[in-house]
């Protein structure tokens, strides 16, 4: 469409005076949507199969599609996989800290304990 | 940090309510010998969950459009519509609000299921994390709309790029957060 190639040209072109960023493609952004929302139907199709409820991929099938969504989201919509190295060590290591302050709270709160 | 902190208190409570209505398990009430469902209506939330992860799209289709307002030229009425920011400003906001509708929705379901945030520590931890959630996109919601304001007064252009740009880095944080809340609370048992 000529519309999109209008825009896959401003995606590609040297950053502007206004902005330093570079951003992708629309035609990326739709795909994003669609990945986000084939893992979104993937998960409750998850929830809905017993022998998979069942078993012991269940919780940790889960956690890897979310984290999926959450990375896809942060690196392209957050455009973080085209910002500078700072802004993503400004965005990794405080979620490090989040992600480690979350797990210390889940052992001092005996969360692990009852099934170790 | 604050949402860390909110969702390891929902985690710690997790399966540690001593009456119901619970998450995923039926229950019956010792009372009224009634058998009662669990209480989370997946459907609901997935539909919301979509309708979220939609938002931020139309929110990044937003930012392109300021970006690269007035530098290609528009032939067609459709080309200028779906160039246009205060198309997918409108389409963000609407989305966000559909959302904290289902939310609304799902809040008052629960109450008149017998589950409010006294009833046990599902509930509490439960209100608590989803109610300050939907406090932030009610606020990114605001933010929109003041975009949108801006918007239909001079006309947002590639100079203000960096403050839709700011909202947009927002709108997808609370997208995350809720990425992380839909899979830990509502669909893992």
Same mark, same amino acid.
């Given at each position: 469409m000529e519309h999109d190639t209008a825009h896959s040209d401003a995606a590609t072109h040297a950053p502007d005076a206004h902005h330093e960023e570079y951003h992708p493609e629309w035609s990326t952004y739709w795909k994003v949507a669609l990945i986000l929302t084939v893992i979104t139907v993937g998960e409750v199709w998850m929830y809905y199969v017993p022998a998979i409820v069942a078993s012991r991929a269940f919780v940790p099938g889960l956690l890897a599609l979310s984290a999926l969504k959450f990375a896809i989201v942060v690196m392209f919509y957050m455009h973080l996989k085209y910002d500078h190295k700072l802004f993503r060590a400004l965005f990794t290591g405080p979620l490090m800290i989040a992600g480690a302050t979350l797990i210390a709270l889940m052992f001092l709160f005996g969360h692990f304990v009852a099934k170790l | 940090m604050l949402f860390v902190s909110l969702i390891s208190t929902y985690l710690i409570y997790k399966g540690r309510s001593r009456v119901g209505p619970f998450p995923h398990e039926t229950w019956v009430d010792p009372t009224s010998g009634h058998q009662l469902h669990a209480?989370?209506?997946? +459907?609901? @939330?997935?539909?919301? @969950? %979509?309708?979220?992860?939609?938002?931020?799209? %139309?929110?990044?289709?937003?930012?392109?459009?300021?970006?690269?307002? &007035?530098?290609? +030229?528009?032939?067609? !009425? !459709?080309?200028?519509?779906?160039?246009?920011?205060?198309?997918?400003? !409108?389409?963000?906001? *609407?989305? &966000? @609000? @559909?959302?904290?509708?289902?939310?609304? %929705?799902?809040?008052? =379901?629960?109450?008149?299921?017998?589950?409010?945030?006294?009833?046990?520590?599902?509930?509490? =931890?439960?209100?608590?994390?989803?109610?300050?959630?939907?406090?932030?996109?009610?606020? &990114?919601?605001?933010?929109?709309?003041?975009?949108?304001?801006? /918007?239909?007064?001079? &006309?947002?252009?590639?100079?203000? =790029?960096?403050?839709? /740009?700011?909202?947009?880095?927002? !709108?997808?944080?609370?997208?995350?957060?809720?990425?992380?809340?839909?899979?830990?609370?509502?669909? *893992?048992?």
């Open positions: - | 209480i989370l209506n997946i +459907p609901v @939330t997935s539909a919301s @969950t %979509f309708t979220l992860l939609m938002s931020s799209l %139309f929110m990044v289709l937003a930012l392109a459009a300021v970006e690269n307002k &007035g530098r290609f +030229p528009m032939r067609t !009425w !459709w080309q200028r519509r779906l160039a246009s920011s205060k198309l997918w400003l !409108w389409a963000t906001a *609407i989305a &966000g @609000t @559909t959302f904290l509708g289902f939310q609304a %929705f799902e809040f008052t =379901s629960f109450v008149h299921e017998g589950l409010s945030i006294r009833t046990n520590l599902f509930g509490s =931890s439960f209100f608590t994390l989803t109610g300050f959630h939907g406090a932030h996109v009610t606020a &990114g919601v605001i933010w929109l709309l003041t975009l949108l304001s801006i /918007d239909y007064k001079r &006309g947002l252009g590639p100079a203000d =790029s960096l403050k839709v /740009d700011i909202a947009a880095l927002y !709108w997808h944080f609370v997208d995350v957060v809720w990425i992380a809340i839909f899979t830990l609370v509502y669909l *893992i048992k």
